[in-house]
């Protein structure tokens, strides 16, 4: 009765529009006070020691580094690179939103701040070429996902955090996952515009302005090669790693290309204090919620409760991604991290999974669920960017979110793809 209680009080506050924040904290109270002798004074204190992390402040520092680098010049010159390399391909615009969401991974940690600061300009861009505009907000809000699987990743640093897992270990494992995804994207919408018509973009460019383009990127292109390199070889770890991230693309913002203003500077600390706030609000409230569930063991009974269905270990991974595929579609990857990371880790490590390729799944199945309605946050930001439905979105999204599966299941069931660096590394 605990369990149903606690999880669907929360489930109703959430389909009642209450923030997602507040329903964990008023699911956590409710049960307290009608199943429970433990104090309310729990929600407080295991919300204050949930952010007394040192971790944790690699969050707020990636989402800084984002928004400086996205106004101040390098998202621009990362899209000039990507030109070169597969711009004069079918589908080469696409293509090219695809690889500069990648390297703009490598940077802010974020899904829906990569799709924000790539669609901004690919989406318009594409449009002029003679692509639809709905096919334009597809891809960047499908290429947007793996802004949390290439590292640095925002959900590796909270699941690391939750779990006791190296937070350097996952960011090692995501790497190749990262590229799978934008290799399975960009194949999809080569076979999309073969089949719609959409050709490259026609332009040739000499050797000495292909030169003078290498040049210009170059500092942006250096900037994801020094936070990983500084992270893998062990310079730094990812906390520090992330102000490094700040320092360094707001010297070449401002001083090498010249673009990042006092106004835009302001701007990306009053973008960042925001999505910090709430970021940080959840993040204590589900720590009160989890503490509550390790207290009453309800991991433990849940994980029970799977294992007797099956002792398959294909079919339970199975039911493991569908299941957190469905959640995905209705809970932020943050909370729903925090909550079920240690309900569903007991049992995928009696698997002899390793927790480290379990982190990289759930937040793949997390990440797919920002391009699936109702929740799908990065479906919202494209539709809004490119003022177009999400209905007209969804019918090339469809074959993008189905490439996007494909990685999953590799990733899943072929533990070299997420472990294969980690175990080099090592």
Do not use: H
Not at 171 to 199: D, N, Q
Not at 417 to 424: A, W
């Amino acid at each position: 009765m605990e369990v149903l209680t606690l999880f669907g009080s929360f489930i109703l506050l959430i389909f009642i529009k209450v923030p997602i924040g507040y329903a964990i904290g008023m699911g956590t109270m409710i049960t307290l006070m009608l199943f429970s002798d433990i104090p309310l004074l729990l929600i407080t204190q295991n919300a204050v020691a949930g952010v007394d992390s040192f971790p944790l402040m690699a969050i707020p520092f990636f989402i800084l580094a984002g928004n400086i680098m996205s106004t101040g010049g390098v998202a621009k010159r990362l899209v000039d690179m990507a030109s070169l390399a597969v711009g004069r391909v079918t589908g080469g615009l696409a293509m090219i939103t695809t690889v500069v969401c990648m390297f703009f991974a490598a940077i802010s940690g974020s899904a829906m701040a990569t799709t924000s600061a790539v669609g901004a300009f690919m989406i318009p861009e594409m449009e002029k070429k003679g692509y639809d505009r709905g096919f334009g907000a597809s891809i960047a809000a499908a290429a947007g996902t793996i802004g949390v699987i290439i590292p640095p990743s925002i959900p590796f640093v909270l699941y690391g955090v939750v779990t006791g897992t190296s937070i350097g270990d996952l960011f090692k494992a995501g790497f190749f996952p990262g590229i799978a995804m934008g290799v399975g994207l960009m194949i999809t919408c080569y076979f999309i515009s073969k089949k719609e018509g959409y050709r490259g973009t026609y332009e040739k460019f000499t050797f000495a302005e292909k030169w003078a383009k290498f040049k210009d990127a170059i500092w942006a292109i250096l900037s994801p090669g020094i936070i990983l390199g500084g992270i893998y070889s062990g310079v730094f770890t990812p906390t520090e790693a992330a102000v490094v991230s700040v320092v360094y693309s707001a010297i070449i913002g401002a001083f090498v290309y010249k673009e990042l203003t006092f106004q835009k500077l302001y701007d990306a600390l009053r973008d960042t204090i925001i999505v910090n706030g709430l970021t940080t609000f959840m993040v204590g409230l589900s720590a009160a919620f989890a503490a509550y569930l390790s207290m009453e063991q309800i991991p433990t009974m849940i994980a029970n409760s799977i294992l007797s269905f099956t002792d398959n270990p294909i079919l339970l991974l199975l039911i493991i991604n569908v299941f957190l595929l469905v959640v995905g579609c209705f809970i932020d990857n943050i909370p729903a991290t925090i909550i079920l990371a240690p309900i569903l880790l007991p049992i995928v490590t009696k698997l002899g999974m390793s927790p480290v390729q379990f982190g990289i799944i759930l937040t793949m199945n997390l990440a797919i669920g920002f391009t699936t309605p109702p929740y799908g946050i990065d479906l919202f930001v494209a539709s809004a960017i490119a003022d177009v439905s999400i209905e007209r979105m969804m019918k090339t999204m469809k074959w993008l979110i189905l490439s996007l599966l494909i990685v999953l299941l590799l990733t899943t069931y072929f533990s070299p793809l997420s472990m294969f660096l980690v175990n080099v590394l090592k």
